[in-house]
């Protein structure tokens, strides 16, 4: 290991080296494609289409061929990036103009970054990389594309994210199975309560 002498990444492997943002990723502003889907960013799902999402969302721009276009496995910051990291496209679509594209021509490395972008260290930096005051913060990206950011090589960049992907999905579904235990409790304990006090259950003084 060896200290990166940046204080949110402190040590990596001494092999991986320390690349700026903007030499990482490049971005993408092209526009005129009114044709394509539209897509919304969500810090749950990714970015993902507007038609998938399952809360109600209002189109505010109409003008569709002034909307950005993001291609599959591009990065994006929203106005709300900084409190809960940056998300990974998993459709191709158009999105707000407002928020900022990136892309890398380097496959290898999305798995790895699409995870990095989503930790607490990397969100507590986002957070020192905003403008203006409370509903009204927004990411900087002029000031960000100057953060450094680890770079491990592509094989490990590959097998880090296949880990992770591994690893959540088994968290992922303990969390689903407890959660449907819980919700099963909570049942019986509303159907427990329902029925004593409506007398189905006897209930007697020892």
């Known amino acids: 290991m060896k200290d990166s002498d940046i204080e949110w ?25 009114p044709e394509e889907p539209l897509l919304i960013a969500s810090q749950e799902k990714g970015v993902i289409l507007k038609s998938d999402y399952s809360r109600n969302t209002m189109t505010v721009q109409q003008d569709f061929h002034l909307m950005k276009l993001v291609k599959k496995n591009d990065f994006v910051i929203s106005l709300r990036s900084f409190e809960g990291g940056i998300e990974i496209a998993n459709n191709q679509g158009i999105i707000s103009a407002a928020y900022t594209i990136l892309c890398t021509s380097n496959s290898h490395s999305v798995g790895y970054y699409k995870h990095l972008f989503k930790s607490k260290i990397f969100i507590s930096m986002l957070i020192t990389n905003t403008t203006g ?3 009204g913060r927004n990411v900087n990206y002029q000031q960000l594309k100057r953060e450094l950011l680890p770079f491990p090589p592509p094989e490990e960049c590959q097998k880090t994210a296949e880990y992770l992907n591994e690893k959540i999905l088994k968290i992922d579904k303990i969390i689903e199975t407890i959660y449907l235990e819980v919700e099963k409790l909570r049942e019986l304990r509303k159907t427990l309560i329902n029925d004593v006090v409506t007398g189905k259950i006897k209930v007697y003084q020892a």
Do not use: V
């Not at 990444?9 to 494609?33: C, M, N, V």
């Open 9 to 33: 990444i402190g040590q990596i492997p001494a092999h991986w080296e320390l690349k700026r943002f903007k030499d990482l990723f490049t971005e993408r502003s092209q526009k005129g494609y």
């Open 133 to 135: 005051i409370r509903e």
